[in-house]
């Protein structure tokens, strides 16, 4: 039974995991969104009658969604997936499934035409480009003598070698 070892799996994963850990899951052999949480940051909305769900780590994240996007829902559409659940979305069918981490999940359906994964080796690493935009959002007045500041060191800012992997600059006391 698929869904048995399905959840299983799932409820073995965490139970190896330490610490606070969320996951989605496409399933390239099943027609499933899987969601689970063991510390309840996972919040999602369903309305599944429109075709619509939608999930996020945080509340606000949906509530500014909702705002912005002007989707009739009421702010309790906004659901917390409790610690130690999951969430299971057959994308076919549309049906849903709260279940508990490592319990059997029913609406998983197998997708005869599953894809297959191929991984890429990448020959040619991307090296990665930082650009500052912080002075291009009109969300504040920025005082007219730091942006004269900052145009005055832009091009020493810029030739600053940095941590490649804390993003300090290398003159950064330690």
Do not use: W
């Amino acid at each position: 039974m698929p869904g048995k070892e399905f959840g299983e799996t799932i409820g073995t994963l965490f139970s190896e995991i330490s610490g606070m850990t969320n996951f989605a899951l496409l399933s390239v052999s099943y027609d499933n969104l899987i969601l689970a949480t063991n510390n309840g940051s996972l919040y999602y909305i369903n309305d599944l009658e429109n075709g619509l769900f939608i999930f996020a780590s945080e509340r606000h994240i949906l509530e500014e969604l909702q705002k912005k996007n002007k989707l009739h829902l009421s702010m309790h559409s906004i659901i917390q997936l409790n610690p130690g659940c999951l969430v299971s979305v057959n994308l076919k069918s549309l049906s849903f499934q709260l279940a508990k981490i490592g319990d059997i999940l029913i609406n998983l359906e197998l997708n005869p035409d599953s894809a297959e994964i191929c991984l890429l080796k990448d020959t040619n690493p991307i090296k990665d480009i930082y650009i500052n935009t912080s002075l291009e959002h009109k969300l504040t007045d920025v005082n007219l003598r730091f942006i004269d500041e900052y145009e005055r060191r832009k091009d020493g800012i810029y030739k600053l070698r940095r941590c490649t992997k804390c993003l300090l600059p290398e003159t950064f006391p330690l």
